[in-house]
């Protein structure tokens, strides 16, 4: 692919399971805070910005996902806070890890790491023959030695949600932790912490919820909080204490951040979650269930949708075309999407013999329209498997 290929305009985006489109308001937050930044310098920056960085980007999580300010945590990505979290716990020989097949790979690397000097038994919680994660086969396996169950809410190669409501009551009165990936639900499906608690919640902003890269956040419990201890620390939650002892300044879930992050990034990340209140849960599922009814209905198009439950994220790959070429195809014709790594989900994916595959993701900013034009420019390029040829003058211009 060339440079020429890539666009800011395109006809249909399609790639919110990688990167969301960020509104107008989001861009301009972050460009009237760098335009402050580069006046006056960056701390003098920050201390004009101090309530929305130490108060109001906590608060838009804790009210999109109805929990505590005090249960948040900031970080630079889903993948560092997952990871800050999960190797704070105490694991040992004696403990089980439950994992799904859908799990991320940066997930199982730390796991499979953690494993190496702790000894503990990571397993794999099996599928039902239609995809979904077996929760009966959790109720009969369940024991005091599963220290942590971690569920991909919903996968990055795949549209299948795993329901939280029946783990949060199956970890209910144990020792078991539940952690739970919400990478991609994050802003595509209602999450609510207080309904269905769990220990452990890590997402980032550049996906569905539409704010700069850069940002994430995990949601700790207070039983998380009490048996996890970060393996780094920082000033800002941390200092020495006479005779050399360290003593924390709270007990929040802050104490798991560093002190450094992009504050122009969380500017932005402060107004997508506030915007990200308003999202229209229902309709991204019909335009979700719309692009996947249509596109397996496409000769040589084949769809990879597991599980009973989806939205949000289509997974294809076509009988005569690679997924490079097909990938390619859309993206001249104007179709943003994304061509995915069958490692990245191992043990779904690659177990299932698709090394490489074409994801389509639906957002909360795409259109019936969008969806339509793609579905097109994929039945022409089933139709004759060749390139269809590069956007024309009816280009899109993402602007608001």
């Not at 690397?109 to 000894?119: C, E, F, H, V």
């Not at 949600?161 to 209910?172: E, H």
């Not at 900013?365 to 420019?377: K, L, M, Q, S």
Request: charged share 20%.
């Amino acid at each position: 692919m060339t440079d020429r290929t890539y666009t800011a305009r395109w006809r249909s985006y399609l790639n919110t399971a990688g990167s969301g489109l960020q509104s107008r308001e989001t861009r301009e937050a972050v460009a009237d805070y760098l335009t402050l930044e580069g006046t006056v310098g960056s701390y003098f920056a920050e201390r004009a910005y101090a309530e929305l960085i130490e108060e109001g980007v906590y608060r838009g999580v804790a009210r999109l996902f109805n929990c505590p300010r005090e249960a948040v945590a900031m970080s630079d990505s889903a993948t560092r806070a997952w990871h800050s979290g999960v190797a704070a716990l105490t694991l040992t020989a004696r403990d089980i890890v439950w994992t799904t097949p859908y799990e991320w790979a940066g997930n199982l690397l730390l796991l499979k790491n953690l494993q190496r000097s702790a000894g503990f038994t990571i397993q794999e919680i099996p599928l039902t023959p239609c995809g979904d994660v077996d929760v009966d086969w959790c109720g009969r396996h369940i024991s005091d030695r599963v220290a942590l169950i971690s569920v991909t809410h919903m996968p990055s190669c795949t549209g299948a949600v795993t329901p939280l409501a029946p783990f949060s009551q199956l970890v209910r009165d144990r020792r078991t932790l539940l952690a739970v990936d919400a990478c991609q639900s994050a802003g595509n499906v209602p999450i609510d912490l207080t309904a269905t608690p769990v220990d452990l919640l890590t997402a980032n902003g550049k996906k569905s919820l539409l704010a700069p890269r850069g940002t994430g956040f995990a949601v700790m419990s207070p039983r998380f909080r009490a048996s996890a201890d970060p393996v780094s620390v920082d000033v800002h939650t941390h200092a020495f204490a006479p005779g050399g002892g360290i003593r924390r300044l709270t007990d929040s879930a802050r104490r798991f951040e560093l002190g450094e992050k992009s504050v122009p990034a969380f500017v932005g990340f402060d107004t997508a979650l506030r915007q990200a209140l308003h999202n229209d849960w229902d309709r991204t599922a019909a335009l979700s269930r719309h692009l996947r009814v249509r596109a397996g209905r496409i000769p040589g198009l084949r769809v990879h949708a597991p599980g009973t439950h989806h939205t949000g994220i289509l997974c294809v790959t076509h009988e005569r075309l690679t997924p490079e070429r097909l990938w390619h195809t859309l993206c001249r014709a104007g179709v943003a999407c994304w061509l995915i790594d069958g490692a990245h989900t191992p043990n779904h994916l690659l177990r299932a013999g698709i090394p490489q595959a074409v994801r389509l993701a639906v957002g909360p900013r795409t259109t019936r329209e969008e969806i339509d034009y793609a579905i097109g420019v994929l039945e022409e390029t089933g139709g004759r498997g060749a390139t269809v040829p590069a956007m024309g003058r009816q280009e899109r211009e993402y602007s608001a």
